[in-house]
Nanobody
């Protein structure tokens, strides 16, 4: 059974940084893509970033490009989201997700991901 557990959320001032972690277990993820999504109150869940577990190539939403970095640690089975230059509009619950289909392209819709973590709150104050 796949389990994804996020950590690292919190309250930070605008311009600050946070690093989110997603510990994955229950399966070999080498063929998977791992994604981060976020959902603000009253809004739909939106794609933030993704990484292909084996190759390490990445993809970002335009809103976070240049500020956020997704990475993975093979040995720890953990995916990270380093968030710099945070803005109040980054405030949301952040979710880690796994896409098991191993497609050649990154999938950006929440419904394309098979497994989800419980989410971690990120709040950026102005």
């Amino acid at each position: 059974q796949v389990q994804l557990v996020e950590s690292g959320g919190g309250l930070v001032q605008a311009g600050g940084s946070l690093r989110l972690s997603c510990a994955a277990s229950g399966r070999t993820f080498s063929s998977y893509a791992m994604g981060w999504f976020r959902q603000a109150p009253g809004k739909e869940r939106e794609f933030v970033a993704a990484i292909r577990w084996s190759a390490g190539n990445t993809y970002y939403a335009d809103s976070v490009k240049g500020r956020f970095t997704i990475s993975r640690d093979y040995a720890k089975n953990t995916v990270y989201l380093q968030m710099n230059s945070l803005k109040p509009e980054d405030t949301a619950v952040y979710y880690c997700a796994a896409d098991s289909r191993g497609t050649a392209y990154f999938r950006l819709r929440p419904q394309d991901y098979d497994y989800w973590g419980q989410g971690t709150q990120v709040t950026v104050s102005s």
